[in-house]
């Protein structure tokens, strides 16, 4: 199983962006996904959850900003984020709980680098 995180780059501040991360590989079912970030210097921080369901958390921080959104057939999470911030700069990384025919396991994909700056 893969998780492929891409859509970063950079932005002005106030700007928007759309990061998506796709799943591949022997998956039976995609359970909770969660979208993580580090700022330079920092810890890695949650962003942002989503069920299979469809049920949404955020960092308050975020909050009515950023949109956290799946499409189950397509095995593909997205985070909309709108406003930016110089302080929303980081690595964004995906994550999911995976069941698999044989097992089911927790997976990260590879980080996207986001960077808001004027």
């Known amino acids: 199983v893969q998780l492929q995180a891409s859509g970063g780059g950079l932005v002005q501040p106030g700007g928007s962006l759309r990061l998506s991360c796709a799943a591949s590989?022997?998956?039976?079912?995609?359970?909770?996904m969660y979208w993580y970030r580090q700022a330079p210097g920092k810890q890695r921080e949650l962003v942002a959850s989503?069920?299979?369901?469809?049920?949404?958390t955020y960092v308050g921080s975020v909050k009515g900003r950023f949109t956290v959104s799946r499409d189950n057939p397509k095995k593909t999470m997205y985070l909309q984020m709108n406003s930016l911030k110089p302080e929303d700069t980081g690595v964004y990384y995906c994550?999911?709980?995976?069941?698999?025919?044989?097992?089911?396991?927790?997976?990260w994909g590879q980080g996207t680098l986001v960077t808001v700056s004027s």
């Open positions: 989503i069920t299979s369901g469809g049920t949404t």
């Open positions: 994550n999911g709980v995976v069941t698999t025919t044989l097992t089911t396991n927790e997976y």
């Open positions: 590989g022997d998956i039976f079912k995609i359970n909770k």
